[in-house]
Structures are given as structure tokens and as C-alpha cells.
């Protein structure tokens, strides 16, 4: 079956600018979740949605950064005044259910979001 | 708060070779703990997840251990295969709190 996707790939934008990046994740899945990863660096955990909901934002930098899930499905990570150090890798991924010891994390590709 | 250390950051061996890497984790309250596979330019594979009451995984020439009480975990490559060059990482799943915690990776290379 179809895995975790993630649009665009690539988003190249100039610093101050809004992006939204897009993330689908495996069908039936519960639990999807948001991490950046800089160059040389393991991912960072930005958010958590369990259903429609956000149950844990608590790495979300500042509050330029925004996500929401809105049909408990797609979820959009959108990021307000861009900043250089936006720059990264956001991966998203999603999981069953989320709540359970045996919940596998399946990731997206990823977007490289680059800032001018 | 959770933290996770890899070691060694880079290892460079000859093809056919066993090897073992290794994660360790400062909160022995987890969930359970995940090995992901990644390959440049690309998103994480999942290669085995092992629940906190089990002490190991199998899944074909890998084989990961857990030590929850000294925060370890390794992962052993069995007969290395040029194909298996990629970045591996170990990731902690912590009680209570429903994010994955990594380590930076340890970028393995075989070589031919």
C-alpha cells in the first residue's frame, strides 16, 4: 500500500516569506506526527496529532510555526516569517495508533525547505 | 528529559565483516525503542522495534538488544553488505509522551 507523502519535496523561499508544507499520511492511521532534521543531526520532534487534535506541540520552536489536522488525515505544517534558520528537513510520519508500546513510526520522504 | 547518544558517528569496514552499533538513552522509562535505516536525501526506514519488555529483535542479518536498565541498545549487522551503507538511527519512544527521542546517527559505510 501507499506510504507516508509528503509535498513538495523541495521549497525554496526567500526569508520572511509563509510556506505551508503538506503531509498525507499512510490511510488509517491514527497518530501522525512532525520532525526537522538539520544536516548531520537526527530528527527533532516538532508536533504530535492524535485524530484532529494536537496533544503535543511542544517542539514547535516559536509561534511562527503552526500545524493542523483538520479531517484527522492531511496535515499541513505552516510557517510564518521565514528565518534562515528554518532551513532543514521536515519529516512527517504517522503510526496506527499511537498509544500503544508495539507502534511502529512509518516517515514520508521529506521536504527540504531552504531560505534565502 | 530523554537523551540519546550514538556512538561511534562514522564506521568505515570491509564487506563480509559482523559489526555492532550502538545507542545509548538516559531515561530508562520508555516505551519502547526503534532502529531506522537512512539512506542520503532520503526519509527514515524502519528497521525493528523492540517493546520495553523485550530484551531483542530479529529481522533477517540484524539483531537488536535492549538493556532498559543501563539505557542500552545495539544493533548488530550481520556479514556486512555494501548495500547496507547508510546512516542508522536509534530512536526512544519515552512513557508519557508519544514522540520519538534520536540519537545523530551513525554513518555506516562498507566497503566492496
Known amino acids: 500500500g501507499a506510504g507516508v507523502s509528503q509535498t513538495p519535496s523541495n521549497k525554496v523561499t526567500e526569508k520572511g516569506k509563509y510556506v505551508e508544507l503538506r503531509c498525507d499520511p499512510i490511510?488509517?492511521?491514527?497518530?501522525l506526527y512532525w520532525y526537522r532534521q538539520s544536516l548531520g543531526q537526527g530528527p527533532e520532534f516538532l508536533i504530535y496529532f492524535q485524530g484532529t487534535g494536537a496533544a503535543d506541540d511542544s517542539g514547535l520552536p516559536n509561534d511562527r510555526f503552526f500545524a493542523v489536522r483538520p479531517e484527522g488525515s492531511v496535515s499541513t505544517l505552516k510557517i510564518q516569517r521565514t528565518e534562515r534558520g528554518d532551513s532543514a528537513v521536515y519529516l512527517c510520519a504517522s503510526s496506527p495508533i499511537g498509544l500503544a508500546v508495539t507502534d511502529t513510526q512509518y516517515f514520508g520522504p521529506g521536504t527540504r525547505l531552504t531560505v534565502l | 528529559k530523554q537523551e540519546v547518544t550514538q556512538i561511534p558517528a562514522a564506521l568505515s569496514v570491509p564487506e563480509g565483516e559482523n559489526l555492532v552499533l550502538n545507542c545509548s538513552f538516559t531515561?530508562?522509562?520508555?516505551?519502547?525503542l526503534q532502529w531506522f535505516r537512512q539512506d542520503p536525501g532520503k526519509g527514515l526506514t524502519s528497521l525493528l522495534l523492540?517493546?520495553?519488555?523485550?530484551r531483542e529483535q530479529t529481522s533477517g542479518r540484524l539483531n537488536a538488544s535492549l538493556d532498559k536498565s543501563s539505557g542500552r541498545s545495539t544493533l548488530y549487522i550481520a556479514a556486512s553488505q555494501p548495500g547496507d551503507s547508510a546512516t542508522y538511527l536509534c530512536a526512544v519512544n519515552s512513557r508519557g509522551a508519544q514522540k520519538l527521542v534520536f540519537g545523530q546517527g551513525t554513518r555506516l559505510t562498507i566497503n566492496p
Open positions: 490511510s488509517g492511521h491514527t497518530a
Open positions: 531515561d530508562s522509562a520508555i516505551y519502547n
Open positions: 523492540i517493546q520495553s519488555s523485550q
